[in-house]
């Protein structure tokens, strides 16, 4: 195969299109990879739409990859050709700047990011560093690691990064791409798993997940009930409401933490009395660097942790992409290759 597909956005606002390029070549520290499977996830609309400083047009989008090693760089040890790899939002260090050499390495000032500041995986190959994989186990398909390598990482590494330990009452704060997931971390991990959504209706879905409470927003204080409950240890909010992230921090227990990974663009209001009151904070979490995306997929495989996906052709990609940004996706649209 010297030529591969894949889709490009041309500029900024432009339509997704399928256009034919010749294979890429891996340089030093690189590899290539064959894709098998790329998550259509919300973020994909920063280079869809121009929202990222530098982005070099054409760009091809897509940071939620799945496929094999297919060529190697020069200077690359222990990737060879054959394995079984991932990418997701965190795509290379810089291993300079302060935050690299204390080891933040999600926390890079200089980070690369899977069709963002290089190709990603809306293609039939593509060309990433060695040091942004992740192994896929055995047990997980292609389509069913993708949503793992950003979805996954980011709640599950959010989770065991929270402080809370098994027993604790720990909240998901809506049960979408991520909260669905965080819910079965959340089960897995031992908590107390409280989920939080809108509507009864998600109630039979909260459980199907593990979910041992739900709570209906629109009908529940949300806070007043995780108070009875004795207080959230952690609360993972996986929403895109400001407004409904700050509803919940009072149900925080003392030293309770709200953990935010989904990102909204309203404000967090917060009274600094529900802070001070029982010592509690709010914190952000990035998604995690390769190993701890390897340790999700491990996590994943081990416990029967797995996305709700939509699997569609690489051609398809504006179609999903579109189903995606309109909500209608359950949960995570996945683009297949074929190979």
């Known amino acids: 195969m010297s030529k591969m597909r894949c889709v490009q ?15 890429p070549r891996p340089k030093a520290g690189e590899v290539r990879i064959k894709v098998q499977a790329c998550g259509v996830c919300h973020s994909d609309s920063i280079a869809k739409m121009g929202l990222f400083p530098g982005i ?8 939620e990859v799945a496929g094999i ?4 760089g020069p200077d690359v040890i222990g990737w060879p050709v054959g ?3 991932g990418v997701g939002w965190f795509g290379g260090h810089c291993g300079r700047c302060e935050p690299c050499r204390r080891g933040d390495l999600v926390d890079c000032r200089n980070l690369r990011i899977p069709g963002l500041t290089y190709d990603g995986g809306y293609a039939d190959a593509m060309i990433a560093p060695a040091d942004a994989l992740a192994l896929i186990p055995d047990d997980l398909t292609p389509a069913e690691a993708a949503p793992l390598l950003c979805a996954g990482v980011t ?10 330990r098994p027993g604790d009452l720990v909240a998901i704060l809506g049960i979408g791409g991520l909260g669905h997931l965080g819910v079965q971390y959340a089960v897995k991990m031992g908590f107390r798993t409280v989920a939080i959504a809108r509507g009864a209706e998600k109630e039979p879905l909260a459980h199907k997940l593990g979910a041992h409470i739900y709570l209906d927003s629109q009908t529940q204080d949300v806070a007043a009930e995780l108070t009875k409950l ?7 909010a996986t929403v895109t409401s400001g407004k409904a992230m700050s509803t919940v ?20 209001e917060v009274s600094a009395l529900d802070l001070l009151g029982g010592s509690r904070s709010i914190v952000g979490h990035a998604s995690g660097a390769s190993i701890d995306s390897q340790d999700t997929l491990a996590f994943s495989a081990l416990t029967g942790v797995r996305p709700t996906i939509e699997t569609v ?13 309109r909500n209608e996706a359950r949960f995570r649209m996945v683009l297949t290759t074929g190979l």
Not at 230 to 236: S, V
Not at 313 to 322: D, R
């Open 69 to 72: 090693v297919d060529e190697v």
């Open 56 to 63: 070099a047009y054409p760009v091809v989008p897509g940071h």
């Open 230 to 236: 004795g207080g959230a240890k952690t609360i993972l």
């Open 155 to 164: 709640t599950f590494n959010a989770l065991r990064e929270s402080g809370a």
């Open 83 to 85: 394995t079984r790899v």
């Open 313 to 325: 052709p690489l051609e398809q990609a504006p179609e999903a992409y579109e189903k995606m940004m």
């Open 249 to 268: 921090i009072p149900g925080l227990a003392v030293r309770g933490k709200l953990v935010v990974v989904g990102v909204g663009m309203d404000p967090i």
């Open 9 to 23: 956005v041309g500029k900024p606002g432009a339509p997704f299109e399928l256009v034919e390029r010749d294979l």
